[in-house]
């Protein structure tokens, strides 16, 4: 399969809408790709706090409206990276959506990791609580979003959920990259998956973004990686590697501890 991660420079001096824009025409362009995914809180921009609030919407506002639109143009699998979604109570979410090739909305994923330590997103926003997985003709795709790759237990509960493939969009800043790269490693080789870290480019709320966005396969080896910039990133996947690595080395089968109890009991 042919991947590509949209490392999108988010800069506060271009409005949502126009962002939002400049995307999906570059989604369209993608035709041809099997994934396309795009940054965390791309539109919004994940450190202009201020700015949430104004720029809140639905699963059905006008950024799932225009990405349903460039998937099924494209013909692509479209990771949308994540919104700050509103629920109907008024809590907002960091969410990520993610659209299959005739634009329907196949998943959604509520970030359960909030970043902020009594700031922010720590206290501006709800968490999620499920673990989610979507079935897709590539595998079962674990969805998960930027500070979570700090807590390995959501990865291995992704794994067991049936995860081949992990997506995980990202605003993580420049001052961190080593861990980003160190992390996005490191969780690809302990559930022996596919992890395509799709990070944002440029700076907002005062932060600068480290990009680097990532492919990595099972082995931990990087396939691509971007630079500091807005670009884009193209891989080409063979998912047979998941089975092959994990039958190569079965580490998996050795799991002594957090080892989901058999159906029935």
Known sequence: MRVSLLQMSVDSAESAGDRRLRAAATVRGRAGDDLVVLP???????????????????????????????????????????IVEQDGDGTMYNTALLFDRE?????????????????????????GSDIVTVPTEFGGLGLAICY?????ELFRGLLDA???????????????????????????????????ACDAAGAHGGVQQAGHSMVVDP??????????????????VDMAEVARIRSELPVLRDRVLGIPAPAGR
Do not use: C, N
């Open 40 to 82: 965390e809180l791309w539109t919004a921009g994940a450190w202009a706090y201020d700015d949430w609030e104004r720029d809140a919407e639905g699963l059905d506002g006008p950024t799932a409206e225009v990405m349903s639109a460039a998937a099924r143009a494209a013909g692509v699998w479209l990771h949308a990276g994540s």
């Open 103 to 127: 634009g329907s909305l196949r998943g959604h994923y509520r970030k359960i990791h909030r970043y902020g330590f009594d700031t922010g997103e720590a206290v501006a926003m709800g968490g």
């Open 148 to 152: 979570d790759l700090r807590f390995p």
């Open 162 to 196: 049936g995860a081949e493939l992990i997506v995980v969009p990202a605003a993580w800043p420049a001052a961190r990259l080593a861990h980003l790269q160190l992390l996005v490693r490191a969780r690809a080789v302990e559930e022996q998956v596919f992890l395509l």
């Open 219 to 236: 082995w931990g080896t990087v396939v691509a990686e971007a630079r500091d910039r807005e670009q884009t990133v193209t891989a080409d």
